[in-house]
């Protein structure tokens, strides 16, 4: 075990797929209805931590 992190999300192979993943992670909130792509991408945040 020397050299690993307990509760790691991602295996090593995942982050050569990383850019790819991160590409459809943005995009797919465009398929959305405006306001709720805004609630996910920042209001909800905002609200949680009351940025105005």
Do not use: E
């Not at 797929?17 to 306001?35: E, F, N, S, T, V």
Request: charged fraction near 20%; aromatic fraction near 14%.
């Amino acid at each position: 075990m020397a050299g690993r992190r307990l509760g790691a999300t991602w295996v090593s192979q995942r982050w050569l797929y990383h850019d790819q993943l991160m590409k459809g992670y943005r995009a797919w909130p465009g398929d959305l209805p405006a306001d709720v792509a805004r609630g996910i991408a920042w209001g909800n945040g905002a609200s949680l931590f009351g940025v105005k």
